[in-house]
Structures are given as C-alpha cells and as structure tokens.
C-alpha cells in the first residue's frame, strides 16, 4: 500500500531559481497538506486542500510560494523566485476527511530537503 | 505564546529507564490530540492517538488533563529504537493540525 510520494526527495538550487515540488497522497484520501520545517520554527502549515480545493493558505510566507492541487492525485508546491531563507524540509500530508475529528490523522510523506544557495 | 510547547529536551536515558514527556496547549476548544514520533531526517508518523480517559499502547502511555490543558506521553522499559524526536499535537476541531516543536529523545546503552 503506497503511502504519500513526494518528489524530489533532494533539491540544491539557486538563489533566484523557480523550484516546484510534487506531491502523491494516498489513493483516497480528500485532504491534503503542506508543510515547512526548520530547526528554529518547527513544523508549520503552509496551505491545505479538501477535495483539491485551497481552504486556507494563510502559512504560505508571500507570493512567492503557490500551490495548486488540479486532482485528486497530485499537488505541486512552487517557490519563485527561491531565497537561502527558503532552505528547509517541505513535507506533504494527506488524509480522508470524514468528518470526525478524532480521526483527523494525517499521513506524511519523506520530505523534501531544499536548499538554496 | 505558542499554541503547542513542550520541552525540547534532549533527554538522555539509558536502556530500561522509564521517561516521560509533557505538552501544554493553549485553546481551550482544542478537540483531539495526538503524539507523533520523527526520526532523524524522516517524517513524523503517528504514535498514538490520546483520549480523555487515558491510553496505553505496550510501552507508551498518554494522558490527557482537560482542566490543566496538558498531555503526557510515558515510555517505560526505554530501548534504543525508542530514540527520536516525539511531537505533541493538537486539533481544534478544525481540519488543522497544530504541532509542537518536539521533544528529543536519546536512549543510550
């Protein structure tokens, strides 16, 4: 059984450089997340999506960061142009969304590294 | 004030010790909670769900305290497999997840 796939699992770029990061959730579920962590801040929410639509994309830092889900199988995260501050592991989740809370367990995938030089 | 704290650690235990991780939230709406274990340089993955009336999984135990807004996680008979960073974690009743930074965990021979 797949989990969620994200891909590149490594990206060295430079500074002023699109990047676009790619991600599979699991077949089925309806929600979808991304994240950004670093040592200083942690784990924080950058958008989320029910049913491939953006519900709230309050965490993404500024326009430089966008997000588009077209199905229910792949979203894509893109930063232009990309800065060092940047630099950090960007993690998607997915989950099935039905409703009950105590079943609100999100599932992640390995990550990407990215740094920006 | 952040909306998830808990102490970063590292705690550093040997083999067989019994360790124990607090958490403080701060929305009293908060809904359900969780613990999440990350090791290093891979993703967080569910630990345990955490329920009002207390829960134990083997090794682990999770306590919820509504009043005092406050989870804990207990690991007895620690092994080294146990070593990692355990992340505390609230829902509010939202589609959101609100993460603590985590507290590290070094098992040691």
């Known amino acids: 059984d797949a989990g969620v796939i994200q891909s590149p699992r490594h990206e060295v770029t430079e500074m002023g450089q699109e990047v676009t990061l790619r991600c599979k959730p699991i077949s089925g579920h309806n929600s979808l997340f991304w994240y950004r962590q670093t040592m200083m801040r942690g784990l924080e929410l950058l958008i989320y999506f029910n049913n491939n639509v953006p519900i709230d994309d309050s965490g993404m830092p500024e326009d430089r960061f966008s997000a588009k889900m077209p199905n229910a199988s792949f979203s894509t995260l893109k930063i232009q142009p990309s800065e060092p501050r940047d630099s950090a592991v960007y993690f998607c989740a997915s989950r099935l969304r039905t409703g009950g809370v105590s079943k609100n367990i999100q599932y992640f995938g390995a990550g990407t590294r990215l740094s920006v030089l | 004030r952040k909306e998830v704290e808990q102490d970063p650690g590292p705690f550093n235990v040997p083999e067989g010790a019994t360790v124990a991780f607090n958490c403080t939230y701060s929305?009293?709406?908060?809904?359900?909670f969780f613990w999440y274990r990350q090791d290093c340089r891979k993703e967080p993955k569910l630990l345990m769900s955490v329920y009002s009336s207390g829960n134990e999984d083997g090794r682990f135990t999770a306590q919820l305290n509504r009043a005092s807004q406050y989870i804990s996680l207990l690991i007895r008979d620690s092994k080294l497999s146990d070593s990692a960073t355990y992340l505390c974690?609230?829902?509010?009743?939202?589609?959101?997840?609100?993460f603590g930074t985590g507290t590290r965990l070094q098992v040691f021979p």
């Open positions: 974690v609230v829902n509010d009743n939202t589609d959101k997840l609100i």
């Open positions: 929305n009293s709406a908060s809904q359900s």
